[in-house]
T-cell receptor
């Protein structure tokens, strides 16, 4: 699996957009970019995923560069409840089970 | 309704004991996982089962034995508990077939403390 690099921590004011970067320069053509988050000590929660195109859902937007070597997760209007550790994961689907390899993630602190 | 549930939520036990953690999912998924999150917060996969068949086994000591009685359940039994087994254990499930990605749903975790 391609390795990902994320900043260890970021701050964001409530109501502002939170932009979380991820570098995955060794990504290969069949590998997806996934984002999960873990709020406090809860189980990780899926946010969004993408292959080539930018993606948007009710939680966030995912912007993937044209060369696919980096991506940015955007929380358009961050709230205090978005305070969490955000994990960027790169993984190819290999058949029956997808093994998610979690790195150290980015700890996002949303403040008033 | 809880999608992925685990019992117990907390488990405190002494070294050398044997304990089990249970996981159930009501999502109709065919693949289930066990992950371990240690004190440094690293989250690592341990096992994966698809339709009751072991698919992933990530160099876990054989003191750990997963058991899948049916597609909806994946239990984790740990023999001869050691201090280093103290961690939070997460169960997850997904429905995976063909090509593509299907999100994994995680349970709330079981915090195991070995004294």
């Amino acid at each position: 699996d391609a390795k990902t690099t994320q900043p260890p921590s970021m701050d964001c004011a409530e109501g502002r957009a939170a932009n979380l970067p991820c570098n995955h320069s060794t990504i290969s053509g069949n590998e997806y970019v996934y984002w999960y988050r873990q709020i406090h000590s809860q189980g990780p929660q899926y946010i969004i995923h993408g292959l080539k195109n930018n993606e948007t859902n009710e939680m966030a937007s995912l912007i993937i560069t044209e060369d696919r070597k980096s991506s940015t997760l955007i929380l358009p209007h961050a709230t205090l409840r978005d305070t969490a550790v955000y994990y960027c994961i790169v993984r190819a689907f290999t058949g029956t089970a997808s093994k998610l390899t979690f790195g150290t993630g980015t700890r996002l602190q949303v403040t008033l | 309704d809880t999608a992925v549930s685990q019992t117990p939520k907390y488990l405190v036990t002494q070294m050398g004991n044997d304990k089990s953690i249970k996981c159930e999912q009501n999502l109709g998924h065919d693949t289930m996982y066990w992950y371990k999150q240690d004190s440094k917060k690293f989250l690592k996969i341990m096992f994966s089962y698809n339709n009751k068949e072991l698919i992933i086994n990530e160099t876990v000591p054989n003191r750990f034995s997963p058991k899948s009685p049916d597609k909806a359940h994946l239990n984790l039994h740990i023999n001869s508990l050691e201090l280093g087994d103290s961690a939070v254990y997460f169960c997850a499930s997904s429905q995976e077939w063909g090509q593509g990605f299907y999100e994994q749903y995680f349970g709330p975790g079981t915090r195991l403390t070995v004294t």
